[in-house]
């Protein structure tokens, strides 16, 4: 059975900060991993997935993610964030060959001016 | 942005009535997901469709669920029977499948709120 545990709730930084979201997964195989975001009173918006070659992927609006096998990671990282990016943050495993999603309980990014 | 269009964006049902929900998936988008998000957050996959066949579905709850994606018509979620636990966030999403299968696009979603 795949898990995905995202372990903080709720993250709030001032704006121009840097901030990681965690990731971390349980399943023995080969998975794929991607972020999803939630803006209030939206639908999920993807931003960057991993399946294999480099460990660090890039996605939209300046994120970027780490894989880490040993670790059983992968998390979401951005260097400056803006208010904009207040929203929640999903991660979410797939296995096999349907495309079927595993998400995390979600974390809430607040970005203070 | 998401192209995929889910119709209505809210839903008010009274215990027992039936609920319909519609959805366009991207164009050229041959996969669609529906996900039952409830208000923890929690998502429970429902079904998903590779053109209009059924790929994996979760045992309907009763079969009170259910789906479809015509050819040509917009996929469809519906309810038969609504009950409170039912109320939560209904989101549509597709995928191109292939290698690009575990990437999704979602709508707006739907909103249902069962009283």
């Known amino acids: 059975t795949q898990t995905v545990s995202q372990s903080d709730a709720h993250v709030t930084v001032f704006e121009g900060d840097s901030v990681e979201l965690r990731c971390n997964y349980s399943y023995g195989g080969s998975i794929y991993l991607s972020w999803y975001i939630q803006h209030h009173g939206h639908g999920l918006q993807f931003l960057l997935k991993y399946y294999s070659g480099n460990p660090v992927v890039q996605g939209v609006n300046g994120f970027e993610a780490e894989f880490s096998k040993s670790d059983s990671s992968f998390h979401l990282r951005k260097a400056s964030v803006h208010w904009s990016d207040s929203a929640v943050y999903f991660c979410?495993?797939?296995?096999?060959?349907?495309?079927?999603?595993?998400f995390g309980l979600g974390t809430t990014l607040q970005v203070q001016p | 942005n998401s192209k995929v269009i889910q119709t209505p964006r809210y839903l008010v049902k009274g215990q027992g009535q039936k609920a319909k929900m519609r959805c366009i998936p991207e164009k050229g988008h041959p996969v669609v997901f529906w996900y039952q998000q409830n208000k923890n957050n929690e998502f429970k996959f429902l079904i998903n469709f590779q053109n209009q066949e059924v790929l994996q579905q979760i045992d309907m709850t009763e079969k009170r669920f259910s789906a479809e994606c015509p050819s040509n018509s917009p996929c469809s979620l519906e309810i038969q029977s609504s009950e409170a636990g039912d109320s939560a966030l209904y989101l549509c999403a597709s995928s191109l499948g292939g290698v690009s299968q575990n990437t999704l696009y979602f709508g707006a979603g739907t909103r249902l709120s069962v009283l």
């Open positions: 979410a495993v797939g296995t096999g060959n349907t495309g079927k999603l595993i």
